[in-house]
Each structure stands twice: as structure tokens, then as C-alpha cells.
């Protein structure tokens, strides 16, 4: 069975500034999707961006990217010049890929609030 | 907008009582998963069908059942209500199997009295 670790409950940092949100994870699979989805108060889930474990290279968008360590089982979302609208929970979640079926297994959140 | 869609947003009901949860996924999606979100358990993975057929359970109570129709929407039923199976439901969507990426529906509210 595969798990997810947030060990960040909540997080606090000023307008503009760059914040890193952690995420570990524990598989034996070795073909797999992670991702981070954000919930804002409106409580859609909303995908922020997606890496595939086979990729050596980060995933970015925008002004969000990752730093996946595929050895270390981690997968960080690091987020840049942070606007008011970041402020929501962020969800780590990870699925194995290659045809199976099965759904996303989500770590417990961090809560983010971008103070202005 | 995801375009998946889950009527009704708000749902309140009396312990004991039964729901069906409706959901129609994006355009061309076959896959359809439903999780549960609540304070002590978190985000949970209920159940996937794909193409009208049961793929794959999670930690789906044996109150609950779902199945997904020939025009791909999807009902998640819930009899037997409990106080604590007050949640948010959410459905969401991917194109095929293995293909990782899911698209979430804006959820149900259940609050079971």
C-alpha cells in the first residue's frame, strides 16, 4: 500500500515571498504519478501540477514547480512570488501508473496562508 | 470550471436514511472515481468505474454502493446514514485507466442529523 506524508500542517509567509511545501511518499512501485491538487475555500479541488516518475526532469507551471527526488521518495511543490489567491490547503497525491486501476491516495494537507 | 459535474451541492438528511450522489464526468472521460473528505479521515478513495464497469475499491463502507451507466454518469448511493458519513464527496474524472491525471467535480456536502 502506498502512503503519503505531509509534515507541514500549516504554513504562513508574507505576499511575494517563495514557499516550499514538503511532501514524502512510500512505494514499491516504480512507475507513478505524483501530484499537487489545491483546495481553496470554495473547496474545489483544483490540480496545480503533475510529474511522472519516469521524468528525470522537475515539473513547472507558471510560477509553481517541484523538486522530485525519486531516490529520497520526495516531492516537493516550490511556490514563487505567492499571491494572495495561494492561500488554500495543497494536497500531495500519488497513483500508480501503467494501466491499472486504482485512485489517488492524498497525504493529509498543508495549509497555506499568504499574508499580505 | 473542470467540467465535471455532481448534483445536488448540498445535502442534509436524518440518520438512517438513504442518498444517491449524481455525477457526470468531462466530455470523453470513461473513468470516474469517488472520494470522501472529512475532518478525521481526511481524503479518501471510495471506488472507480471505467466504462461501466467496477474497477477498483477502496475504503468504501458496505452501506455504499455505486455504479456507473452506459452514458458514463455515475450515482454513489448511501443508505444506512450514520452521523459520521457527513463528508464531502467528490467525483472526479480521467480519460482512461493508468492515465494518472483526474479532474475534480465541486464536490457534495452530506450532513446526516
Known amino acids: 500500500a502506498q502512503t503519503v506524508t505531509q509534515s507541514q500542517p500549516e504554513m504562513s509567509v508574507q505576499e511575494a515571498e517563495t514557499v516550499t511545501l514538503s511532501c514524502t511518499y512510500d512505494t514499491s512501485e516504480s512507475n507513478y504519478y505524483l501530484f499537487w491538487y489545491k483546495q481553496p475555500p470554495s473547496r474545489q479541488m483544483i490540480l496545480v501540477i503533475r510529474?511522472?516518475?519516469?521524468?528525470?526532469q522537475n515539473a513547472t507551471e507558471n510560477r509553481f514547480s517541484v523538486n522530485f527526488q525519486k531516490a529520497a521518495k520526495s516531492f516537493s511543490l516550490k511556490i514563487s512570488d505567492s499571491q494572495l489567491g495561494d492561500t488554500a490547503m495543497y494536497f500531495c497525491a500519488f497513483i500508480v501508473s501503467g494501466g491499472g486501476a486504482d485512485g489517488l491516495t492524498f497525504g493529509k494537507g498543508t495549509h497555506l496562508i499568504i499574508q499580505p | 470550471d473542470s467540467g465535471v459535474t455532481q448534483t445536488p451541492k448540498h445535502l442534509i438528511t436524518a440518520t438512517g436514511q438513504r442518498v444517491t450522489l449524481r455525477c457526470s464526468p468531462r466530455s470523453g472521460d470513461l473513468s470516474v472515481y469517488w472520494y470522501q473528505q472529512s475532518l478525521d479521515q481526511g481524503l479518501q478513495f471510495l471506488i472507480q468505474y471505467y466504462n461501466g464497469e467496477e474497477r477498483a475499491k477502496g475504503n468504501i463502507l458496505e452501506r455504499f454502493s455505486a455504479q456507473q451507466f452506459p452514458d458514463l454518469h455515475s450515482e454513489l448511493n448511501l443508505s444506512s446514514l450514520e452521523l459520521g458519513d457527513s463528508a464531502l464527496y467528490f467525483c472526479?474524472?480521467?480519460?482512461?485507466?493508468?492515465?494518472?491525471?483526474?479532474?475534480f467535480g465541486p464536490g457534495t456536502r452530506l450532513t446526516v442529523l
Open positions: 510529474q511522472e516518475a519516469y521524468k528525470q
Open positions: 472526479a474524472s480521467s480519460v482512461n485507466l493508468g492515465w494518472g491525471e483526474q479532474f
